[in-house]
């Protein structure tokens, strides 16, 4: 069984198929042998593109090691978020494929920055964390009837002067941005997996040119 995630690798090739080679022990902890390859084609034809290990927790149960791909792909995995690669028809492999592909652009553009007061914010985790601070600061400026500034770097390097309410905004202005690509990556979603979706009607699915 294999899963799909776009991933770059230390030598910097792509690859967007990946699966479970095998499950060793190695000083005490279960360690995941996963070998990685370009494309669904590459994979059939077993053309590896990376090999990679990676350790399962240390608690890990009788079950996660019965099953490492479950953890591999699940929230705190290394390659969490990516989309299961069952045996499948030649149009449910493609579905999967093309949905596995619209959610790496959905990520990739709402970690690419959003709008606000006519500058782009940075929306990458780190900055997501940094604005999470700041608002929960200027809140509790609000809330103690104290003064609240900062100056924020945008994208583009030039700075924001922002007041508690305006910082408080971002926090909203982030809100709408992520909100805004998950509404056309669902509605891409129901294209691809459509009752009467076609090889045609899948291909021709992609995110839409603003």
């Not at 604005?131 to 609240?148: P, R």
Request: glycine share 6%.
């Amino acid at each position: 069984m294999a899963f799909l995630l776009e991933k770059t690798n230390p030598n910097f090739s792509v690859s967007r198929v990946h699966g479970v080679l095998r499950l060793e022990t190695q000083n005490g902890h279960f360690v995941a042998v996963v070998n990685s390859y370009a494309t669904p084609e590459a994979f059939d034809a077993n053309m590896l593109n990376w090999q990679d290990s990676y350790q399962l927790p240390l608690q890990a149960d009788p079950t996660v090691a019965a099953n490492p791909q479950a953890y591999l792909i699940g929230p705190e995995g290394p390659f969490a978020g990516a989309t299961v690669l069952e045996e499948a028809t030649p149009l449910e492999r493609q579905q999967s494929i093309k949905w596995a592909e619209i959610k790496g652009e959905r990520d990739r553009r709402e970690t690419g920055g959003f709008s606000y007061l006519g500058k782009v914010i940075d929306s990458d985790s780190r900055s997501v964390q940094r604005i999470a601070l700041a608002v929960q600061s200027a809140q509790a400026a609000i809330a103690g009837g104290v003064a609240f500034a900062i100056s924020w770097t945008c994208a583009d390097d030039s700075v924001l002067e922002l007041d508690a309410q305006q910082m408080l905004g971002m926090t909203v202005a982030l809100a709408d941005h992520a909100n805004a690509l998950h509404v056309v990556a669902r509605g891409l979603r129901e294209v691809i997996y459509a009752e009467d979706a076609t090889a045609a009607s899948v291909a021709a699915v992609a995110w839409p040119v603003e």
